[in-house]
């Protein structure tokens, strides 16, 4: 009997996966299919690849049709490889990150643009901006905040001078680990990490290696790096770094906020000039610095209805105060997200209004809101 019950099982099983075999078939020439489809429609838009509203409205579509039982963000992550590698086909996409290999800004770069998109690391976000505004990649990614530490400074201040465009968002959920060559804490020296890493994990790190001096680096990856050559050295960075540089775990998780996200910006030449119907746009306020000023700056979004999603000042650059009227050195700017996309005439209404109020406004961009 029991015999007879291990052979009904191996038919079942057998039979099982020649259904999934001839499912895989189906899938691949579907797949196939549309890559030729896309083939022809990259033929028809003149040399203009990628569309991020396009795509951000296909991933949607696809989470809102999905039955089950996959979750939707694997639906959306196996979709954005399908689009990664059909967008290849034309052109692979060159995007720059902040390097080196192994930091969260790759991973957040392969979380928007798939695997099949030509990655390229620099060493600064400086280097980044420079890559796209020469035309060395087609965009770049970099932090601009972190729901622990708050805004990436560097970021803002760069976008005040720059010309390109903000065309995505992607909020990657940051879990650190401390990680070693080796097993065990014996013998260690030193610990290296970004000081915004060290800071997340600060608490962690003062229960249980108190007395292990750490020394803030450029990089996550840069401090996997550096652990990979001195078995003394103990780094804290992501999975990718480990897997990267070949770390052991010795800790998972040891950030001090389970929910620690960092926010990325995608820049690009271009601008994201169609609605995707789920988007947000980011622009720069000032205003002559006096009583109620940053009220009236933000009045129009309220009286039109429209949501804020951010709001960081930071001291106006050079380049930003000679817009403006009468601004000293010590004027602000505001960095403000607001719901929606430029087009919509309830946006425009709003941002008219601002227009009539701010001494400054620089539009940064209309994107599709993070999707992943």
């Known amino acids: 009997m029991a015999e007879m019950t291990i052979m009904e099982d191996q038919a079942q099983l057998l039979a099982l996966r020649k259904e999934i075999d001839q499912i895989d078939d189906q899938m691949l020439g579907l797949i196939n299919q549309r890559a030729s489809l896309a083939h022809q429609i990259g033929a028809l838009k003149n040399g ?10 296909v991933m949607q579509r696809m989470a809102d049709s999905n039955p089950g039982p996959l979750d939707d963000k694997s639906v959306m992550y ?5 689009m990664s590698a059909c967008l290849a086909m034309e052109r692979p996409l060159s995007v720059a990150y902040l390097g080196p290999e192994g ?6 770069a392969l979380r928007q643009f798939g695997h099949a998109a030509q990655l390229q690391a620099f060493l600064s976000i400086d ?3 420079r890559a796209v505004e020469t035309g060395v990649t087609d965009y770049g990614v970099v932090p601009i905040e972190n729901s622990t530490e708050g805004a990436v400074n560097r970021t803002l201040d760069l976008l005040q001078q720059t010309p390109l465009h903000l065309s995505g968002e992607i909020d990657l959920p940051v879990h650190q680990s401390l990680l070693r060559k080796v097993n065990g804490l014996a013998g260690v020296r030193v610990l290296y990490s970004h000081g915004q890493s060290l800071a997340q994990c600060h608490q962690w790190l003062n229960q249980h290696v108190p007395d292990v001096p750490r020394i803030a680096v450029a990089s996550n990856a840069e401090a996997a790096r550096l652990a990979a050559e001195d078995a003394s050295v103990l780094a804290v960075a992501g999975d ?3 897997e990267q540089y070949g770390l052991q775990h ?3 998780r040891i950030e001090d906020q389970a929910d620690n996200t960092t926010r990325f910006v995608v820049i690009a030449t271009q601008d994201v000039d169609k609605p995707s119907g789920r988007d947000k746009t980011s622009l720069i306020l000032s205003r002559p610095n006096e009583p109620g000023a940053i009220v009236r700056l933000l009045k129009p979004f309220s009286d039109h209805g429209i949501s804020l999603t951010k709001l960081e000042s ?4 050079l380049a930003v105060r000679q817009q403006g009227r009468n601004e000293t050195v010590w004027e602000y700017v505001f960095f403000v997200d607001i719901e929606g996309h430029r087009s919509e005439p309830v946006v425009q209404r709003a941002l008219q209004a601002v227009q009539d109020e701010a001494s400054l406004v620089k539009m940064l961009g209309s994107y599709p809101r993070n999707l992943l």
């Open 48 to 57: 203009t690849v990628y569309r991020a509203e396009r795509e951000a409205q």
């Open 78 to 82: 196996l979709y954005r490889e399908i």
């Open 127 to 129: 280097d980044v901006f």
């Open 240 to 242: 990718l770094a480990a």
């Open 314 to 317: 930071r001291p106006a650059r």
């Open 103 to 108: 930091t969260f800004s790759q991973a957040a």
């Open 250 to 252: 010795l800790h998972d």
